[in-house]
């Protein structure tokens, strides 16, 4: 199809030299909005990145909160609640997360309250039955090294040590208490 030529219409704002940084701004958030929510500091980067001047980038992303199109409380509960659900992650590595994304603090903890303790076991016992290998349950050295490799995956996926560890326990079938000593745990 090389013959052919495309229909030429007027450039998009930031590819025009000529366009205003308003038109050039509003153009930009609203493709990444397209794209998907957006927190407003992941706006500003965007913004920053492309050189619009920062007095054009703040007036815009205030009247874009003004009227609904960007809030970080918002985005923080829907990447909560996302996050939590699709990839098992347990408050730490949200929290984490959440705070590359610019939001902290009282925003970041709202969200994070609305992560249940229920919940985040919920989805990380889904996680262990998903990542749970076959291994010989009569060799103890077997079990213990899938108990440390499974506590190893809750804990970078960020469940709390405690919970990381007793949940594979239980996963592995241990019904009673297990001592860390016992699973071939060795102070460094």
């Known amino acids: 199809m090389a013959g ?6 007027p450039p998009p704002p930031e590819q025009d030299p000529d366009a205003d940084p308003e038109s050039v701004a509003r153009a930009i958030l609203l493709r990444q909005l397209t794209m998907g929510p957006r927190s407003r500091h ?3 980067q965007k913004l920053r990145d492309r050189k619009v001047p920062e007095d054009v980038s703040a007036a815009l992303l205030a009247r874009f909160e003004d009227v609904g199109l960007v809030d970080d409380a918002e985005f923080a509960r829907m990447w909560v609640r996302s996050r939590g659900e699709t990839r ?3 408050r730490a590595a949200l929290r984490r997360e959440l705070g590359e994304k610019g939001i902290k603090g009282e925003t970041a ?6 992560l249940t303790p229920e919940a985040e076991e919920h989805s990380a016992r889904r996680l262990l039955a998903r990542r749970m290998r076959p291994f010989d349950r009569a060799d103890p050295a077997a079990r213990d090294k899938e108990l440390r490799r499974l506590v190893g995956m ?3 996926k960020g469940h709390a040590p405690g919970t990381a560890f007793r949940l594979a326990a239980e996963a592995l079938g241990d019904t009673g208490q297990v001592d860390d000593g016992e699973v071939g745990f060795e102070p460094n």
């Open 4 to 9: 052919r030529s495309r229909p030429q219409g």
């Open 42 to 44: 992941q706006l500003e």
């Open 88 to 90: 098992s992650l347990g």
């Open 109 to 114: 903890e709202e969200a994070l309250d609305e």
């Open 154 to 156: 809750l804990a970078r």
